[in-house]
């Protein structure tokens, strides 16, 4: 058999989905570690689609999206940044969020030129440049805090970056970045003429007296960012598939062509029906947030009673927990963060992903956990973690 590509042999499959294989695997494990809800998206969404289902559309839609779901975006992410979006020229609807990322990396960049990649970071981004025939350079993000240094960032700008990928809030830290670290990314974007690609899908799972500012809101940046987002998170419909790019409309021309070619377009009847989602008045953001951070308090209750240290998420649903005292113990000589990940699976019942998938560098000791669970999986969640306070 001839040979296969080189590119397919530079990175492993998700670790992530590895992780929830080996989970239900295992009968009565609890998943936290992809992240998807469990429960439905909103009641009039659910209702659309069953009207959906018999009236159609149920052939191809417009390849970059629907009108409606186009006009539907651009009604809901012009406040955001501070003017009209235009659904005709500035939008691309996407088979998820996923799809918009691959296509804005390569509608900007060329083989062999340079993306900057924060680590950790959500292990698509890698993959990406990889496909795409970019170079993926990483700066790290400083834990606990999980801050950058501004100078470190500057010489990989200096370098010759093409782009910034930028998650905010951040899969798999939980980190909010602040007004002033977004200047800092932008200013340099401005200065040494890169784009800035930006994953918001945590939009609004923020917590406390942090907030989402996009990218594209701050002066001079509305031109070389493109906003990669989706609705699986933020209305509960992951399996849905539904992502978009919304950018430059020079940009987006480009990302139209890649996305025909990659997909040709997202299911008609999904649009038609998350029109309704995108439709949702304040109040169903609000319900979100208090939901999601309910459900931190609890999970994060059971971090503590385990005896192990964490981030408290300032954002996202996702927690890293520092699990270096643990493999400090002899029954655990010599494991991975992966090997750990997987006896607990088996030993403990919960499954989280070993944060080595995220870093660049050799990092062993971070494991993720998801709390987009219901509020008794969590308890019940809770309650197993306390049993590795025996350990280290």
Partial sequence: MPSLSSRVGAFTDSVIRRMTRINDSVPGSINLSQGFPDWRPPPAVMDRLAQVAHEGPHQYSTTWGAQNIREAIADKYGPGVGRRVDPDSQICVTCGGTEAMMAAVMTVCDPGDRVIVFSPFYENYGADALLSGARAVFVPLRPPSFTFDPGELERAFAAGARAIIVCNPSNPTGRVLGRDELATIADLARRYDAFVITDEVYEHIVFDDNEHVTMAS??????????????????????????????????????????????????????????????????????????????????????????????????????????????????????????FCTWMIHEIGVAAVPGSSFFHDPVNNWVRLHFARADEVLAEAGRRLAGLAEYG
């Avoid at 008045?281 to 971090?303: Q, S, V």
Wanted: glycine share 10%; with cysteine; net charge neutral.
């Fill in 218 to 339: 701050l002066p001079g940046m509305a031109g070389r960012t493109i906003c990669c987002n989706s609705l699986s998170k933020t209305y509960s419909m992951t399996g849905w598939r539904l992502g978009f790019l919304i950018g430059p409309a020079e940009v987006i021309e480009g990302a139209r062509k890649v996305h025909d070619f990659l997909t040709v377009g997202a299911a008609a009847p999904l649009q038609e029906a998350a029109v309704v989602g995108l439709r949702q008045g304040p109040e169903y953001y609000a319900w979100l947030r208090d939901e999601y951070t309910r459900k931190r308090g609890i999970l994060c209750a059971g971090l503590d009673a385990a005896a192990l240290d964490y981030n408290r998420p300032q954002g996202t649903y996702f927690v890293m927990v520092d699990i270096a005292r643990l493999l400090q113990d002899p029954r655990f000589a010599g494991m991975t963060d992966l090997d």
